[in-house]
């Protein structure tokens, strides 16, 4: 096998020194703050070595260069028509409306009149329409009218303007006027830069208008009364959607702070009023136990950073007010950052949501540090430590071909060394050498999967020597990697099984070659982006996701997100009686895991060629247990395959039928028998909501099916351009009252950021469903699957079942013989009471593999078990059940148990010898054999204690 299924492989190693704990202690606030302005991006201080940096390098004055680019015909033209561009932000006019009025998600109308133009509200919280903002210049001038908003129609022929109805214009209106602030900001950013003073007219005079406009307008109120009125924001559906607007006003205020204490001073009171309505605003509305909090704060935090110290308003509610507020204060819908950090899990470093959303909150969490050492010099990470181990952590999501598990309401994707590029900048900024050390090996080893893997950079790193944009005019943003530390090994970040309870994540790996490398990731429901899936698979296969998650859907708002991608027949999983489900988004519903082998975590020291989990999980609706173990068997250094074994049955006994669902990337599903002959399917009108299921069922299409007891082997294909052809060979063992449907899915909504040809990423997902009429656990679903492409096909030849005399129902077993000459034979058993014999072989446990060679035995594997054997050879543990494996090797044996056992081999297999060795902790140990006759065959017994995967000499 290749080096990276060798077991003592030398592996960089590193220490980190966390204090995991989450500080239950007050987070102190810096002593002092600066007192002068601007301070949020800038400060005074950086003004000539910005210009000193823009006069000489080249980087620098194209970034500044690039921000005037962008507004200059703007600000000439607002020179000599100040009411141009003022006229196109979003107001009410004429109307002057003080209160918004909700419908859920939907506007409603607005009422209240103030003494001067207010900022309008848009349209909707969901983000799909049919139209769209014009250009600036096509934007009517001072549009307030009752016909409601002039905006494009893309669904019309030549895309026509025309009048539609607020309620239909989702966030438009709101993003004209993001669009418009933000060239204001810019603005203003250059004023303080070049000291030009028609920069700071055209950022004031839209400034102005706004800010005076919001200062009379109040939160949206919900009609209905309901969840939207306490998530809303001053000018959005969601608090959380309005950080671009805060980053505008909050920098615009900042950079020409000196500049409207010359001009207009006495509106300074309307402005801190605005700013600190908006950050209350942000802590009275939302959503604390998840990523909102944490936008929420990071909001809040940056109003706190333009404002002035407590004394300097009369309710003392300044700067240290909101800071404290953010770190250390918990009210109903905004948790402190102590709280808050709560969500990580402190064992494994992983944040409770889908990764999609945790990688973000790991990207704002450790740039909520790395803003405190710009703003405030001072280092908040010693009262935040999980973070160190997060920012580490998140590579245990990654699928060999670089790209991270897309459970939940996620997209595959690469992953962000944001988080690790601010720890190298807190490092750099704190002379922290060892830290440094650690997060820039990180970076380098991600980014060097990546380019292995197919994507040159990541975007999301800092690079040596690399300042683009605003980070080029910034000293503090000019963090490099230090070139002499070199990359690791991904294998130092990711481990062959991990397990967080936390998020309800389990992971098998069998090495990280980006196309022989194999792993299958379960989740469950257990945080937040969830969806209702039970016990769901994702599977990797010769450089894909083959067996991907079926995604978000258009969107959480949208009809089918509901109906379909967040229910189980999206997922690859099983339902009961067609109408499995539970709450998703928010949800409760994890598995739990009852025995994998290796242990989570372990990185060395663990028998290689098998892998495996046992989860169990409660599906709630019907009461239903659902038991799914699920093993990786490496069979050569590019060959392998999963075994799936899933049992499920209602407590009460009145199993109607299960559903297996299985969907994998692909053009087409051929269905044949164990033979390879083609088996006859049948249109049918079955799996719909008409028969009483979810609405999910009414998803598929060019539904057929067939009745049979018998085994079925089903082969995906995927002809990817320019690549050779994918297969996924999917075996089902048969039973009676077996029904198999062969259908199209929706599209998998998760694979679109994979780089996938369009051709590919729009394709349906064509699905396999195994229907077992009753129970499913004293019939369960047995399934094996080898991905395999033209070059490499698949090396498994045949595959039998077989049930041992006395063997319980629902034992599973199964003869799988490869091309290479190598056979395993498979015990899976969920009671694991009974001693079990097939011809010369035995078992009791929950998991056992015995693989035979050409040239005899290769190994025997027991998974939480007291026994296996074969022929001369067996593992017998001495008291409590042990996982243990017992493997040929060119050296003679190697073993591992994770409890105390006996160990049997035959005298032929010892070349004379009766004793054996092992080496521990620098000392030989060996160990007398005990002689015996078994089945007329000589053999000796062995008493071995607990090891690690170990050379027997």
Known sequence: MRSHMKINTCLFSFTILFGLSIQAQEIKLPAAFSQAHPRLQVNKADKDAINQAIRTGDAARRAFDQLKAGIDVYVTRHETDSSWMVSRLQMYWKTKSTEVYIRGGVYDHAEGTAPVPTVRFPGSRGGVTVYAAPKLEDILPYMDDPRGAYLINRSKPGQPLEWTDISNTSGILDGINKNIMGMANTAALVYFISGEEKYARFAYDLFNTYMTGMYYRQPPKDVSHGHHETIGGLSTFEVIQETPIINSITGIYDCLYDYIQQKAPANMPVYTAVLRKWADVQIDHGVAFNN????????????????????????????????????????????????????????????????????????????????????????????????????????????????????????????????????????????????????????????????????????????????????????????????????????????????????????????????????????????????????????????????????????????????????????????????????????????????????????????????????????????????????????????????????????????????????????????????????????????????????????????????????????????????????????????EGRKIFSVKAPKSRSVDRMGLPESIAELPLPTIIARQSGEAWTKPFVVVFEPSTTAQPASIRSIQSFTPTQAPAGFTGLIISGKAGDLQTIFADAGGQRLLTQEDRSFQGTYAVISEAKEGLQYLFLGNGQSVAKGGYSIKARAANTSAALCRTAQGWSFTASAPVTITLPATALAGKTTITYTRDNKTITIPGKRMVQNKQSVFQFDLPAMSYTSLQ
Request: charged share 20%.
């Open 292 to 735: 909102w909090d944490l936008i929420e704060a990071r909001n809040i935090l940056t109003i706190a950073s333009v404002l002035e110290d407590n004394h300097q308003y009369p309710d003392g509610k300044g700067r240290q007010y909101y800071i404290d507020f953010v770190l250390n204060k918990n009210v109903e819908r905004q948790w402190s950052i102590r709280k808050l950090l709560e969500g990580y899990d402190a064992d494994n470093g992983l944040w409770s949501e889908c990764p999609g959303y945790s990688m973000g909150v790991l990207g704002d969490f450790t740039e909520l540090v790395r803003r405190f050492d710009r703003q405030f010099h001072h280092d908040l990470l010693p009262d935040v430590p999980i973070l160190q181990k997060a920012v580490l952590a998140s590579a245990q999501y990654l699928f060999p071909n670089g790209f991270f598990t897309s459970f939940g309401d996620s997209h595959y994707g690469r992953l962000s060394t944001a988080g690790a590029a601010n720890l190298v900048a807190n490092a750099q900024q704190h002379g922290k050498k060892e830290q440094e050390a650690i997060y820039t090996r990180y970076i380098k080893t991600i980014n060097e999967l990546n380019s292995r893997t197919g994507q040159s950079t990541n975007g999301a790193a800092i690079q040596p020597g690399r300042k683009e944009g605003l980070a080029a005019l910034l000293p503090d943003e000019n963090n490099v990697l230090n070139a002499s530390i070199a990359p690791g090994h991904i294998s130092d970040y990711v481990t062959p099984v991990f397990s967080a309870p936390h998020v309800s994540y389990f992971a098998l790996r069998n090495g990280f070659h980006p196309v022989d490398g194999l792993m299958v990731a379960m989740s469950g429901s257990k945080g937040n982006h969830m969806h209702a899936g039970g016990i769901s698979m994702e599977i990797f296969g010769k450089g894909m996701v083959l067996g991907p998650e079926s995604g978000i859907g258009t969107n959480y708002f949208q009809q089918d997100y509901a109906e379909y991608y967040s229910q189980f027949p999206a997922h690859n999983t099983v339902a009961v009686d067609g109408i499995s489900a539970y709450p998703v988004m928010k949800s409760n519903h994890g598995f739990e895991v009852k025995h994998a082998y290796p242990a989570s975590g372990v990185k060395e020291g663990y028998f290689p060629a098998v892998s495996f989990g046992d989860l169990i999980f409660l599906e709630p609706e019907t009461q239903s247990d659902q038991d799914r173990l699920t093993s990786i068997i490496r069979t050569s250094d590019t060959t392998g395959y999963y075994v799936d074994v899933f049992r499920s049955k209602r407590r009460d006994g009145k199993d109607k039928m299960h559903d297996y669902f299985y969907h994998n990337m692909g053009q087409q599903v051929t269905v044949n028998d164990a033979s390879g002959k083609p088996l006859v399917m049948q249109p049918t009108e079955e799996l719909s909501f008409s028969g009483g299921h979810l609405f999910a069922y009414d998803y598929f299409w060019d539904k057929q099916f067939t009745n049979t007891a018998q085994d079925v082997k089903a082969v995906f294909n995927l002809a990817m351009p320019g690549k050779d052809a994918m297969q996924m060979n999917m075996w089902i063992k048969g039973a």
